[in-house]
């Protein structure tokens, strides 16, 4: 039986969704900026690391504690459709010793 990490399964997780949110960002700019003559590759990577620092800023304010649970993961890759408040992190359960 293979012996699980939690730390490396989160920063795994969290480094495969900070590629896709780069990807998915930077994707429709590369199209708008083709058409319209833009430095595409310039365009393409400030919108990708926008989102991607949005995200990590996010997570900072989520693990004040030194914890990152999966709800808190989970929260800070949620769109903000501005009705949501960033500080307001998913609440935690207390710890069972």
């Known amino acids: 039986m293979p012996v699980y990490n939690q730390t490396l399964a989160n920063a795994l997780d969290i480094g495969q969704r900070l590629f896709?949110?780069?990807?998915?960002?930077?994707?429709?700019?590369?199209?708008g900026g083709a058409i319209l003559?833009?430095?595409v590759?310039?365009?393409a990577g400030v919108a990708g690391l926008t989102a991607t620092f949005q995200v990590v800023q996010r997570?900072?304010?989520?693990?004040i504690d030194g914890d990152l649970t999966k709800?808190?993961?989970k929260a800070a890759f949620e769109p903000d459709?501005?009705?949501?408040n960033i500080d307001s992190a998913p609440k935690k359960s207390?710890?069972?010793k």
């Open 71 to 73: 709800a808190e993961i």
């Open 59 to 63: 997570l900072a304010k989520f693990s």
């Open 37 to 39: 003559g833009v430095d």
């Open 20 to 31: 896709a949110l780069f990807v998915s960002n930077a994707l429709p700019i590369v199209t």
């Open 81 to 84: 459709n501005g009705n949501r």
């Open 94 to 96: 207390a710890k069972k």
């Open 41 to 43: 590759v310039k365009s």
